[in-house]
């Protein structure tokens, strides 16, 4: 019999050798941390400290998500940037999905060494979007896409619904970000399945198209959209190590500054 999810937050602290290094983590729309659980325990084994919360709104109902702005899934993962920053040299943003549309977004608005995503979400492609804002009134949940993972027997501790309110929310948030991806001069890396039923092409183009900092991709030819846990989730686990080492490499010497960018403060 598989374990129930595991829906807790996740926080490791550093105990690797040289620079001390953070990574930020968050996981999807809908989700928990157990999406990106296994990955996050990688990176702490290899010693980083790494901060991964649980989003307002997720771990409980769906009901309690339609009730939760979009700022406060930002404000949750901008508190544990802020931590790490005040404790490491280094600080890494990661994340599935919406968590890699919170990474990009925290990269886009602190000083960070670098950014690794997968299957991130900045375009919400369902037709019904353009009348998500009015149809929250009507329809207060549809069934969720939910275990897009072609690997037997995971379960990445969804809901089983999913809040039309929270989805006009991520329109916001997706809208908000795309606009700030131009501010973006750490280097990201993406990991894209080449099977994805959730998040389309349309995501990835605009993260290339408007991101200043170089934009390494590497595609999952035997993963879903949930790759993390997935059949290729040791290339990015591993892959994930190699881009932090390399990244810290390069900038030894050139520490990032841990004030705040106030250039686009939160409303």
Same mark, same amino acid.
């Given at each position: 019999m598989n374990k129930l999810p595991d829906l807790s937050p996740?926080?490791? @602290?550093?105990? +690797?050798?040289?620079?001390?290094?953070?990574?930020?983590m968050s996981h999807g729309f809908t989700g928990s941390p157990h999406s990106v659980r296994p990955w996050a325990e990688h990176l702490a084994a290899a010693g980083y400290a790494v901060r991964l919360p649980l989003l307002p709104g997720h771990g409980t109902t769906w009901q309690d998500m339609a009730t939760r702005s979009w700022r406060e899934w930002h404000r949750a993962v901008d508190e544990a940037y802020l931590e790490l920053a005040a404790e490491c040299d280094y600080v890494f943003t990661a994340g599935l999905s919406m968590g890699g549309t919170l990474a990009l977004r925290i990269a886009a608005t602190r000083p960070v060494a670098g950014t690794i995503v997968v299957n991130p979400g900045l375009v919400l492609d369902d037709p019904r979007a353009v009348v998500v804002a009015?149809?929250?009134?009507?329809?207060?949940?549809?069934?969720?896409?939910?275990?897009?993972i072609l690997k037997p027997d995971q379960d990445e501790g969804a809901y089983a619904r999913t809040p039309v309110a929270a989805a006009h929310q991520l329109k916001k948030m997706y809208k908000d970000t795309a606009a700030l991806l131009p501010r973006i001069n750490a280097p990201v890396r993406v990991y894209k399945s080449t099977v994805d039923n959730v998040i389309s092409k349309a995501s990835l183009e605009?993260?290339?198209?408007?991101?200043?900092?170089?934009?390494?991709?590497?595609?999952?030819?035997?993963?879903?959209?949930?790759?993390?846990?997935?059949?290729?989730?040791?290339?990015?686990? @591993?892959? &994930?190590?190699?881009?932090? @080492?390399? &990244?810290?490499?390069?900038?030894? +010497?050139?520490?990032?500054?841990?004030?705040?960018? &106030?250039?686009?403060?939160q409303a």
């Open positions: 996740f926080l490791s @602290q550093w105990s +690797g050798i040289g620079p001390r290094v953070g990574v930020v009015a149809l929250k009134y009507v329809v207060k949940s549809t069934p969720a896409i939910a275990n897009d605009l993260l290339r198209s408007r991101a200043s900092a170089p934009v390494d991709i590497h595609y999952l030819a035997n993963s879903y959209h949930v790759a993390t846990l997935d059949n290729d989730a040791p290339e990015i686990f @591993q892959g &994930t190590v190699e881009f932090i @080492q390399k &990244t810290v490499a390069n900038l030894a +010497g050139h520490a990032p500054s841990p004030e705040k960018d &106030t250039a686009h403060e």
